[in-house]
Each structure stands twice: as C-alpha cells, then as structure tokens.
C-alpha cells in the first residue's frame, strides 16, 4: 500500500509564498500522475494542480500564473511552489496519486493559512 506523506503548510502573509512536498512510497512513483486538491472550509475539494509521468502539467483557473507543480521522480516526490498567496488560497492542501484500477492513494493533507 502506499504511502504519501505531505509537508511543508503553515501560516504565511498575503503575497507570501509556501512549498509543498508530498513524499510517495514505493517503487513505481514515476508512472504515475499526482495530483495537487485543496479543501477550504464549507467547500468540497478541487484540483489545484497536475502532472502526468512525461512531465505535462495542468492548472485551476485560479492558481494559474502563481502555483507550479512539479516531480523528482528519483526522490518520489511531487512539490507545489505557491507564489502570490491569497486568503482565498487558504485550505487543507492534499496530494493524490492516481493509481487507476489499483486505486487513488491520498495524503493525510497539510492546512495552509494565508493572513495577516
């Protein structure tokens, strides 16, 4: 079973910047796409950010520009760089790995607050 293990949240200013790291088990990390979703409290979870094995990623609309995911692959490990944070920004961050029938693994998520 994997294991994926997220750190790097906290509280940070408006405009400030955090870096998220979410660390897999495993041997097969590279296959697979992983995925950055955030929950902000009263709402239901949405994709921030994604990368697929070749290195492609894809956005939200509202991160665009000030987010950028990306993957070692020799560290297993995917990072989500947070530039130009709003308060709007604030929620518990969670990275997936999308295993398809073998089934989606989910970290246990890392709380970001952006406030002055």
């Known amino acids: 079973q994997v294991q994926l293990v997220e750190s790097g949240g906290g509280l940070v200013q408006p405009g400030g910047s955090l870096r998220l790291s979410c660390a897999a088990s495993g041997s097969t990390f590279s296959i697979y796409t992983m995925g950055w979703y955030r929950q902000a409290p009263g709402k239901q979870r949405e994709l921030v950010a994604r990368i697929i094995s070749s290195g492609n990623t894809n956005y939200a609309d509202s991160v665009k520009g000030r987010l950028n995911i990306s993957r070692d692959n020799a560290k297993n490990t995917v990072y989500l760089q947070m530039n130009s944070l709003k308060p709007e920004d604030t929620a518990v961050y969670y990275c997936?790995?999308?295993?398809?029938?073998?089934?989606?693994?989910w970290g246990q998520g890392t709380k970001d607050t952006v406030s002055s």
């Open positions: 997936k790995q999308a295993r398809g029938r073998l089934g989606d693994a």
